[in-house]
């Protein structure tokens, strides 16, 4: 399918959204995102211009699908790393699961707890915010490095992006990832835990 004018799908990556939501809310092959990518790629001049979002006010909610926040996790950091602009709808940060409106508009200070700035969400998006922000990743390029039905990863420049889509209780996975960009001996290690979950390159 072409998405090219399509004014909507200009602003507001649709084609993307949906896919992004079979693969990781409903366990759909990522092989699905790799096709969407490069369809919008070859239909868009500049798709770096795109809104990419997870969640918004016409939709039902991402967690109303899943309760799985390993998954919304793996979708939330597609979206802030992604090539894309990054779109956060309120409430995502304090873990709203609003299923169809106006249940998906509730107010942001109708959870117990207010605006936490302690959830646990809120503390992810929060890291992986500041990080795109500090190394600036919008200058580097985005270059798929592998995909199969439950293992996606990309770069931008220096950095790699690893996502699955099995959840909270799906099984470990091990893939071997021969291209990539990085040096013989190299070390990459897991932004969340940078001291304790490192892999050192292989060729």
């Known amino acids: 399918a072409s998405y090219q004018n ?6 507001l990556n649709y084609p993307l959204f949906f896919t992004l939501r079979g693969c990781f809310a409903y366990g759909n092959s990522l092989y699905q995102l790799q096709d969407v990518i490069q ?4 239909s868009f001049p500049d798709p770096t ?3 990419t979002f997870l969640d918004n006010h016409d939709q039902v909610r991402f967690l109303s699908i899943t309760s799985d926040l390993q998954l919304y996790k793996a979708g939330l950091t597609f979206v802030l790393m992604h090539q894309g602009i990054p779109i956060v709808y309120y409430g995502s940060e304090q873990a709203f699961n609003g299923k169809d409106d106006p249940y998906n508009r509730e107010p942001l200070w109708s959870n117990p707890t207010g605006f936490n700035q302690q959830a646990d969400l809120y503390q992810f998006i929060s890291k ?5 922000k500090q190394v600036a990743i919008s200058q580097y390029n985005q270059i798929q490095r592998y995909a199969d039905d439950h293992f996606y990863a990309f770069t931008r ?3 790699f ?3 699955t889509n099995v959840g909270s209780s799906g099984p470990q996975l091990r893939r071997t990832i021969t291209y990539h960009p990085y040096q013989d001996g190299q070390k990459l290690c897991n932004l969340f835990w940078p001291v304790d ?3 050192t390159v292989a060729q």
Request: glycine residues 8%; proline residues 4%.
């Open 39 to 42: 369809q919008i790629n070859t």
């Open 6 to 11: 399509t004014a909507l799908a200009s602003v």
């Open 49 to 51: 211009i795109l809104g």
């Open 157 to 159: 420049g220096p950095y």
């Open 128 to 132: 992986v915010a500041t990080f795109r």
């Open 161 to 163: 992006v690893a996502l």
């Open 197 to 199: 979950d490192c892999v």
